[in-house]
């Protein structure tokens, strides 16, 4: 449910307001001179990945074919050495 409240409301009460959207996940739509200007609704959230997650993900994986794994060490062969770039 969409609750109406005032600019002036949210102005006088925002810590409440914040704390009903984030714990009871209520939502509410700002109106100013009788207009809708703004919503406070829960942040969306992104889905957490866990290391457990992504361990699975890549035992999942058919293992590369020979001529990638043989590009790579190509490339990694014909790739110049690197220094550190921080002062000594």
Not at 14 to 34: A, I
Request: glycine share 6%.
């Amino acid at each position: 449910m969409n609750l109406k409240v005032s600019a002036t409301e949210v102005a006088r009460n925002l810590s409440d307001l914040l704390n009903r959207v984030r714990y009871r996940g209520e939502r509410f739509t700002v109106v100013r001179g009788g207009e809708d200007v703004a919503e406070i609704v829960p942040a969306a959230t992104g889905s957490a990945v866990t290391l457990g997650d992504l361990k699975r993900a890549l035992a999942s994986l058919p293992p590369p074919d020979e001529d990638f794994l043989a590009d790579l060490e190509r490339i990694r062969a014909e790739q110049p050495p690197t220094e550190p770039s921080w002062p000594s």
